[in-house]
């Protein structure tokens, strides 16, 4: 588990690297995002919800994993390992985005940062924590957090195609910004957040060869995937 811990250094440090280089930007792009024409923030709005973690897991999310879930199982040549194949890739979905909302949730309430919407009355800086109230839960975004545990699940499943995930991600975690829900520091963490989960789970399946397997670098890898195609 060395690389575990390895790489959830360099994620927890990336956080902390972006949320110190766009803390101090935070208001300005905020400000300057939701003053896009019309067309471009009404674009995001549009798209902003496909990243709620009840959109991953009750709706058209979960008819995406269904199908990469059917698609997998179709590949194992019995009926047992077809079994085993489809239930592990399940909860392998849903402990990635259920932790993800766990977390994302608890560390909003802990925290309260009040949202763009507040930044004239409060600023962009206003700490408010344990009240439970949604404009003051804007640290960190719950939709990036979604996305990243979403799409990072996928991106560990099929590296080969990481970089569209990774891009896909991103388009939701903009668009918070977009329509002023956060700002950008909340979605960097969130992003990472969710990307950390899904990392972490597939290192906890990896030791036991469920869907995963350790390469020679100590780095999960899917077990139906040619190290090639890293």
């Given at each position: 588990m060395r690389r575990f811990f390895v790489s959830s250094g360099w994620i927890l440090a990336a956080t902390f690297l972006l949320v110190l280089v766009f803390i101090p930007l935070d208001p300005i792009i905020s400000q300057r995002a939701q003053a896009l024409p019309g067309s471009i923030v009404g674009f995001n709005k549009s798209i902003t919800d496909f990243g709620t973690f009840r959109w991953m897991l009750y709706s058209t999310g979960l008819l995406a994993i269904a199908a990469y879930v059917a698609a997998r199982v179709l590949t194992s040549y019995s009926y047992a390992s077809r079994i085993k194949t489809a239930w592990r890739l399940l909860l392998y979905f849903f402990l990635t985005?259920?932790?993800?909302?766990?977390?994302?949730?608890?560390?909003?309430?802990?925290?309260?940062?009040?949202?763009?919407?507040l930044l004239i009355d409060l600023g962009a800086y206003s700490l408010t924590p344990f009240t439970g109230d949604n404009l003051y839960e804007s640290f960190p975004s719950g939709h990036s957090a979604a996305a990243g545990s979403f799409f990072g699940a996928f991106m560990m499943l099929m590296p080969r195609f990481r970089f569209v995930f990774i891009g896909l991600a991103m388009v939701i975690g903009v668009s918070r910004v977009i329509v002023g829900a956060h700002y950008p520091s909340d979605v960097a963490a969130g992003l990472l957040l969710g990307t950390w989960t899904a990392m972490a789970f597939a290192f906890i399946f990896a030791r036991s060869e469920w869907l995963f397997r350790f390469d020679m670098k100590g780095w999960p890898f899917p077990k139906n995937v040619p190290y090639s195609a890293s």
């Open positions: 985005i259920g932790t993800a909302s766990i977390l994302v949730h608890l560390l909003k309430f802990v925290i309260g940062r009040a949202r763009p919407e």
